[in-house]
């Protein structure tokens, strides 16, 4: 065990084993964004093994999804997974993929909101808004709000267990001083501010929207998850820019080790399937499924309803 293992733990408190405790998913149309690695393509690997109606692995190339089917197809050979082309950092490639899933579907069961840049270069997105927070937080939140419709039709429905799962970090907690969401800099690079404090800025988003989420549609079932540091290609740009940023994180990963793709998938896997009466709506989980306060900010209820507001506001200002 590395010696401050502690400060990455694994504490599966609910023993939770995706090949036994993912229910039959018969009939059910699941929605991963990221799904080609890490995270994202663990869990639509495991969920393929329990008979879903159709996960759509959403990807910004088909290069990219075949890539991932030569796993999940080995793993789960008669799954339907199908290519969704999506551009997070684009609200146009998001607004195309809605569409492409409304018109090919009747119905949405689970949304894992997975994908994410982390550390990124500072920059904009093609709409104007600093380039992690757009990916993190403003194409999921358009997704999220395009699928809404579809996604109450479906919980309406008896017997449906809809789920909406934002995959977060622990970085969300980094956002101790200043405002918490530097509004009036979001469609700026902050080029004045460190890549990995705007990083934890998009993750705190991903929190406050899972409770704004949860507040608004309590007929969802909305949740946020830390994976946990997990050994993926997300911290590759931090690595190669060999900056504060990456020194800092191999220096943690020696000490505290960094957890494999299989157990860092296990939280989002988990709060997309496990017993709904056990799974608290708007809650915010670290792995393996154990229910954390997160920081003070996460638990700011004016701040996630001015975030909720803000991005509103600017998906109508571009047309969404």
């Given amino acids: 065990m590395p010696l401050l293992g502690f400060l990455n733990p694994l504490d599966n408190v609910h023993k939770f084993d995706p090949d036994k405790d993912v229910p039959d998913l018969a009939g059910k149309v699941i929605i991963v964004t990221g799904g080609n690695s890490g995270c994202g393509k663990e869990t639509v690997l495991q969920l393929a093994k329990h008979n879903p109606g159709c996960i759509y692995l959403a990807a910004r190339s088909p290069a990219k999804y075949d890539d991932a089917m030569k796993d999940i197809s080995a793993a789960a050979p008669n799954a339907n997974v199908r290519f969704l082309k999506m551009d997070l950092s684009s609200l146009a490639s998001v607004k195309q993929a809605a569409d492409q899933v409304i018109a090919d579907s009747d119905r949405v069961d689970i949304l894992v909101n997975n994908a994410g840049i982390m550390a990124h270069p500072h920059g904009l997105s093609k709409d104007g808004f600093e380039i992690q927070f757009a990916t993190n937080h403003m194409g999921h939140a358009l997704f999220t709000r395009l699928l809404l419709p579809l996604m109450r039709r479906t919980a309406s429905q008896p017997g449906s267990d809809v789920r909406i799962v934002n995959v977060s970090s622990a970085a969300a907690h980094l956002m101790t001083t200043g405002p918490g969401i530097y509004f009036e800099k979001l469609k700026t690079p902050m080029e004045a501010h460190n890549p990995g404090v705007i990083y934890g800025q998009s993750k705190l988003a991903n929190v406050l929207h899972a409770s704004e989420l949860a507040k608004r549609y309590p007929d969802i079932l909305s949740t946020s998850v830390h994976p946990g540091r997990v050994e993926t290609n ?50 915010y989980y670290v792995p393996v499924g154990k229910e954390n306060p997160g920081s003070k900010r996460s638990r700011d209820v004016e701040l996630a309803k001015k975030l909720w507001e803000w991005t509103e506001t600017e998906l109508a200002a571009k047309g969404y």
Avoid: H, P, Y
Wanted: net charge positive.
């Fill in 234 to 283: 997300l911290t590759n740009v931090m690595f190669d820019a060999n900056g504060i940023n990456g020194r800092f994180q191999r220096v943690f990963d020696s000490l505290a080790g960094a957890l494999t793709v299989q157990q860092g998938a296990l939280t989002q896997i988990w709060a997309a399937t496990w017993k709904r009466t056990e799974v608290k709506n708007g809650a």
